[in-house]
């Protein structure tokens, strides 16, 4: 019985730690300014800032979509950025591959005259 017990539990904990993606870390040095449309804002768990992250997916100027990390929720709701679907914003952000996926960490977003930092010069989340 005990055996049945921890071969069930290893079961459970193997999807667990496959699941952990390991975050690239940010590199200042390969920064790019990224300019598009706000498709959609999205709050969901994320390994990058360790909680509830805010995401935007971008449509690129070549029409491609890309998710951009920003923040924890509740630095975004802090610094009360409302983006909305169509906003046009420029990412100064760090492009790598994160999940699978092509993916910017973002350490500043333009968007009109309003700027918001999440990173400092160094690339340190500052949330």
């Given at each position: 019985m005990k055996?049945?017990?921890a071969m069930?539990?290893?079961?459970l904990t193997v999807p667990a730690f496959a699941q952990t993606a390991k975050v690239p870390k940010y590199n200042p040095a390969a920064e790019t300014?990224?300019?598009?449309?706000?498709?959609?804002m999205r709050d969901r768990s994320c390994p990058v800032s360790g909680s509830m992250g805010s995401h935007i997916v971008l449509r690129m100027e070549n029409n491609s979509?890309?998710?951009?990390?920003?923040a924890t929720t509740e630095f975004t709701k802090m610094?009360?950025?409302n983006l909305r679907p169509g906003d046009r914003v420029e990412v100064?952000?760090?492009?790598t591959e994160f999940e699978g996926v092509p993916t910017?960490?973002?350490?500043?977003v333009k968007h009109g005259m309003d700027e918001f930092m999440f990173r400092d010069k160094d690339g340190n989340p500052v949330w």
């Open positions: 055996s049945i017990i069930f539990l290893a079961i300014v990224f300019k598009g449309t706000v498709e959609q979509l890309i998710e951009v990390h920003l610094v009360e950025m100064t952000g760090f492009q910017i960490f973002a350490r500043s």
